[in-house]
């Protein structure tokens, strides 16, 4: 070989499509969500992989052996904070001490738990339950419900990529732009929906909507207290301001058993209707939520 062939080798050996600099970037996210937010911002530059799947709760969820194996070919892990990778990450610091993990929510305030439940104890009551004040410490983790605060997630998410894959910023800032714009409309979309509504309270089984709630000046009255089942003496309670304020749909989680929902329902009179803040196509699913919710509601 002479010297020429050897360096017309070398240059394709350096730039082909099939070098290991050219190969996607194998990257673990906690919910289907993230995936997609991931996807979005990387395109063809990632190889995304999720730890809680279709149907699955993370609200309950337990690391699996097949985890341990995507995590040992991940380089980065996305993360939401949720309450299983809190846990998690303690193993992660010891069996993987080299991977990169990002809190994609690091930066954004997060809402008390408590908020909605305690909105939920005050109707036809002045004063805070005792329960409530205990149970302040605790957080909302659904950031992801609020289509604004998803542009403070891809960001992160953009910032990362760069970071580790920096030959691609331009491609990782142009999908980031051309979301954020999408994000944006979604949000004035919205915002119309819930224009005219003379009332904007609605009832959920499982509080997962409290951002979204507060991003668009609704009130969510949750049935579950502090990850629980209400007493007998709280339902009854709830169920007697339910009727005195008309509520005539109870919105169930796909995740969750339905048994208790519908025994609620029964006792409201009320049809059940389903919302999935897990669902991976966001901004349809976003705006699909927001039209059952603006449905349900009184002009």
Partial sequence: MNRLQFFSLLSLLLFSPLSVSAEPINILVSILPLKHFVEVIGGEKVNVSVIVRPGQNPENYTPAPQDVIQISRSQIYFQMNLT?????????????????????????????????????????????????????????????????????????????????????????????????????QLDQDIQKLFRNKTSKTFLVFHPAWGYFAKRYGLTQVAIEKNGKEPSAKDLAQLTGWAKQAKLNTLFVQPQFHQKSAFVIAQILSAKIITLDPLAENYIPNTYQVAIKLANSMPE
């Fill in 84 to 184: 299983f990778e809190q846990i998690f990450n303690q193993t992660l610091k010891q069996t993987h001490p080299n991977l990169k993990t990002v809190n994609v929510t690091e930066s954004i305030n997060a809402l008390p738990q408590n908020t909605i439940q305690a909105e939920q104890q005050n109707l036809g009551s002045q004063h805070p339950t005792e329960q409530t004040h205990h149970q302040a410490h605790q957080h909302d983790l659904h950031v992801w419900t609020d289509p604004i605060l998803v542009r403070d997630i891809t960001l992160r998410i953009r910032n990362n990529l760069i970071q580790i894959d920096p030959s691609h910023r331009y491609q990782y800032k142009k999908n980031y732009e051309a979301f954020s714009k999408k994000l944006e």
